[in-house]
């Protein structure tokens, strides 16, 4: 049962254009939600993160979104620069867990 | 400098053999986490400890074992039971809050090849 999923296995966008990830949950029980940035033969790095008590949250480039009623959060990166090229997973939490459940990824990759 | 250090980053064994991965933090964090990483299938949580002598399974811990004998270290032993073990191995660990999970932190990962 994949509680968090990201239906898009990669993307294309030219650079200096937005680039836009999306991630869709079921658990309704869920209240945190983040963003890692992965290079191959690394670990993941945070990037973001979003409480269910927000529908946005912004960071430099970076800005996530929120609606809890479609069970939907989207990354938003603006422009998109050759560095972003990478494996993005969005990950989820709930109220009082000890665990992430992250989805399967999203390669992206920024085209000059 | 403060991190997660986990070794080896390589690692190649025969069909039937039991591998230990060593992961080690000096982030003095009270949680610690194992994930394997697959082609497709995202980040799948094999155990995690929140304290030292306790921890949990998580999703896909079948064949596999965990020990927390001290704080900062968390060794995962892949096990001959593992049927597939071939993969990305990733440990994580996080200050413990009572709210929840936060932010994980993760080490380099250890990549595990089968023969």
């Known amino acids: 049962d994949q509680q968090v999923k990201q239906n898009s296995p990669s993307l294309s966008v030219q650079e200096g254009r937005i680039s836009i990830l999306n991630c869709d949950y079921t658990n309704s029980m869920f209240d945190y939600f983040l963003w890692y940035k992965k290079y191959p033969a690394e670990g993941p790095t945070f990037l973001i993160s979003?409480?269910?008590?927000?529908d946005k949250n912004e960071d430099g480039r970076f800005t996530v979104f929120l609606n809890k009623s479609a069970k939907h959060l989207s990354l938003h990166i603006v422009p998109s620069q050759p560095g972003d090229s990478a494996v993005y997973f969005c990950a989820a939490s709930a109220q009082g867990a000890q665990k992430l459940v992250f989805g399967q990824g999203t390669r992206l990759t920024i085209n000059p | 400098d403060g991190g997660i250090t986990q070794s080896p980053k390589y690692l190649f064994r025969k069909e039937g053999q039991n591998v230990t991965l060593s992961c080690e933090q000096n982030?003095?964090?009270?949680?610690m986490y194992w994930y394997r990483q697959d082609p497709g299938q995202g980040l799948r949580l094999i155990y995690y400890s929140q304290i030292v002598n306790d921890f949990q399974k998580g999703d896909i811990a079948e064949g596999y074992s965990v020990s927390r004998e001290k704080k900062e270290s968390f060794p995962l032993t892949v096990t001959s039971a593992q049927k597939n073990p071939t993969a990305f191995y990733l440990c994580?660990?996080?200050?413990?809050?009572?709210?929840?999970?936060?932010?994980?932190?993760f080490g380099e990962g250890s990549r595990l090849t089968v023969l």
């Open positions: 979003i409480s269910s008590i927000k």
């Open positions: 982030l003095n964090h009270d949680a």
């Open positions: 994580a660990s996080t200050p413990r809050r009572a709210g929840g999970i936060g932010e994980l932190f």
